[in-house]
T-cell receptor, first 113, second 113 residues
Framework: DTEVTQTPKHLVMGMTNKKSLKCEQH?????MYWYKQKAKKPPELMFVYSYEKLSINESVPSRFSPECPNSSLLNLHLHALQPEDSALYLCASSQDQGSNEQFFGPGTRLTVL | LAKTTQPISMDSYEGQEVNITCSHNNIATNDYITWYQQFPSQGPRFIIQ???TKVTNEVASLFIPADRKSSTLSLPRVSLSDTAVYYC??????????????FGRGTSLIVHP
């Protein structure tokens, strides 16, 4: 299984809502990533987990809260988002944190009203 | 900081060879160069990775000169389905040694019939 799955595919939420994005991989990868991608821009790294521990937080606002319950799952909890947070949120995994060969999920298209 | 520069867009025709160059003047000594392909509303897909000289797989070739300050992705005999955005990726190493993958701005390739 060389697939990274993400749910939901689309999410519309208000600024006062709490929601979660989910990501799963069964490739035995030890590093997992969250990226944010705005239209016509490259993916921007948000968080990196290595061996289920948060390794990198790229100065992401606290309204985004990552969680890695186990080596196969990665969540992104959303609370009190702003309209400018609307974007495609991509999850990826790699063999380890030093590997540039990342496997990406299809993304969650988030719209904040 | 490692930073990459790519052409914003390129046009080609079916059956032609396409070469996309990425500049990465400050690449770290131990960093690899990785290229991804992304279709609209999908996650990026790994194409090829290299450290120096030439790497070839079933999809593309990657040419890296001795100084490693640039790299060229070569797509042989492109087809309409190769229309996509192509990203060059190198990384930075944070003060604690953590590796931070950084995407270039991407090159939008349009293949015409």
């Amino acid at each position: 299984d060389t697939e990274v799955t993400q749910t939901p595919k689309h999410l519309v939420m208000g600024m006062t809502n709490k929601k979660s994005l989910k990501c799963e991989q069964h490739m035995g990868h030890r590093a997992m990533y969250w990226y944010k991608q705005k239209a016509k821009k490259p993916p921007e790294l948000m968080f990196v987990y290595s061996y289920e521990k948060l390794s990198i937080n790229e100065s992401v606002p606290s309204r985004f809260s990552p969680e890695c319950p186990n080596s196969s799952l990665l969540n992104l909890h959303l609370h009190a988002l702003q309209p400018e947070d609307s974007a495609l949120y991509l999850c990826a995994s790699s063999q380890d944190q030093g590997s540039n060969e990342q496997f990406f999920g299809p993304g969650t298209r988030l719209t904040v009203l | 900081l490692a930073k990459t520069t790519q052409p914003i867009s390129m046009d080609s025709y079916e059956g032609q060879e396409v070469n996309i160059t990425c500049s990465h003047n400050n690449i770290a000594t131990n960093d690899y160069i990785t290229w991804y392909q992304q279709f609209p509303s999908q996650g990026p897909r790994f194409i090829i990775q290299g450290y120096k000289t030439k790497v070839t797989n079933e999809v593309a070739s990657l040419f890296i000169p001795a100084d490693r300050k640039s790299s060229t992705l070569s797509l042989p005999r492109v087809s309409l389905s190769d229309t996509a955005v192509y990203y060059c990726l190198v990384g930075d190493f944070a003060s604690g040694g953590s590796y931070i993958p950084t995407f270039g701005r991407g090159t939008s390739l349009i293949v015409h019939p």
